[in-house]
């Protein structure tokens, strides 16, 4: 009881604390003597960590991280990153998506994509959760305040993801799911918390009307996880297929985690798996752009793709007009972005003709 109150008190205070703060102060206080979360690809080419990579398909994949270190280790995913085949072959085959569903050519297996917004699904012993994009693991303690139908735990998830400083998103992951077991049976201890946290969101920058497509710019961090010492974990991450017309992944096939620099040095893809991960572009959207910028698929192609109906059944589209629509504005938004950014990293540009 002791351990769970003084777990459920740290939580409260640092949120308490983060909430009261001005903003300038705010925007200061991003370090603490909390180790920085560890990308997980570094940890393991120190060998701290054995990394699995597991895709279900092209549309998601599980992560499965087992901690080798003789400590536990809080860790990040790659905001953006690959899942290469290992013993990838040349040639070009089917697609297990839209209308080529099936074949499988001269085998040659397709890379895919994913962004490190999940939280974890789960460890030894503990039942995996079926999460969405963007990482709900990562807040117990907001779905327990606020309830799982009330939306506003998902603004505090982003708030804390995307406008809390590090040391904050560090205590959360570390101590939130046991603060949520302690929080269940205290209502009072909830409205009290509640209110703290919806002064939290409050001091982020107003959101996106449902009118606007809301694609995150470059990702600098992702939700951190605990491993505990001689201990494993499971994420599950959702994916793109990056190589439009080879053969669609399943769990059988030996994958890496990889950076995506390995895979493309096009910026714009980062931001849209970051989209993708964090919730803010849906699988078909997300797919669509990214093979239009790493395939070199054309609007007028991807529109024409269907999935073959099975007898008489009529062929279905696998992408609707919607999704095209908010695809393309995605990628508008992804070199807009990353334009921008190459633009303050070089200084003014001695001409502006174009």
């Given amino acids: ?23 300038s102060v705010q925007a200061e206080e991003g370090q603490s003597s909390i180790p920085p979360a560890v990308d997980v690809l570094a940890a393991e080419a120190a060998g701290q960590v054995e990394v699995r990579f597991i895709p279900n398909d092209s549309r998601s994949a599980q992560v499965l991280v087992a901690n080798r270190d003789a400590r536990p280790l809080t860790l990040r995913l790659p905001a953006a990153f690959a899942g290469v085949p290992v013993a990838a072959q040349m040639g070009m085959g089917g697609m297990g998506m839209g209308g080529m569903g099936g074949q499988t050519g001269f085998g040659g297996a397709q890379t895919v994509g994913g962004g490190g917004m999940q939280g974890p699904v789960g460890g030894p012993g503990q039942p995996g959760g079926a999460f969405g994009a963007g990482g709900g693991a990562f807040c117990w303690v907001a779905r327990e305040v606020y309830g799982v139908h009330d939306p506003r735990w998902l603004a505090f998830r982003e708030w804390m993801t995307w406008h809390a ?41 107003p959101a996106a009307t449902t009118s606007q497509l809301r694609v995150m710019p470059t990702l600098t961090h992702t939700a951190p996880f605990t491993v505990p010492a001689g201990k494993s974990v499971t994420l599950r991450v959702p994916l793109v297929c990056l190589e439009y017309g080879l053969k669609e992944p399943t769990p059988r096939m030996a994958y890496r985690l990889a950076p995506l620099a390995d895979f493309s040095q096009d910026p714009r893809l980062a931001v849209l798996l970051g989209g ?79």
């Fill in 276 to 354: 993708l991960a964090s919730g803010h572009l849906s699988q078909p959207v997300a797919q669509a752009a990214a093979w239009h910028v790493s395939s070199g698929r054309t609007w007028e192609q991807l529109a024409a793709e269907v999935v073959k109906g099975a007898g008489a059944a009529p062929d279905r589209a696998v992408f609707s007009a919607a999704d095209l629509q908010a695809a393309r504005q995605a990628v508008e938004i992804a070199t807009r972005v990353t334009s921008a950014s190459r633009s303050s990293e070089n200084g003014p540009s001695p001409s502006s003709s174009n």
């Fill in 165 to 205: 400083p590090a040391w904050l998103q560090e205590v959360y992951a570390t101590y939130g799911e046991e603060a949520a077991d302690w929080l269940r049976s205290r209502p009072a201890a909830r409205a009290g918390l509640r209110l703290l946290m919806d002064r939290a969101v409050a001091t982020a920058a």
């Fill in 1 to 23: 009881m002791a351990r769970f109150l003084s777990i459920a008190l740290r939580v409260t205070a640092c949120v308490a604390a983060f909430s009261w703060l001005p903003e």
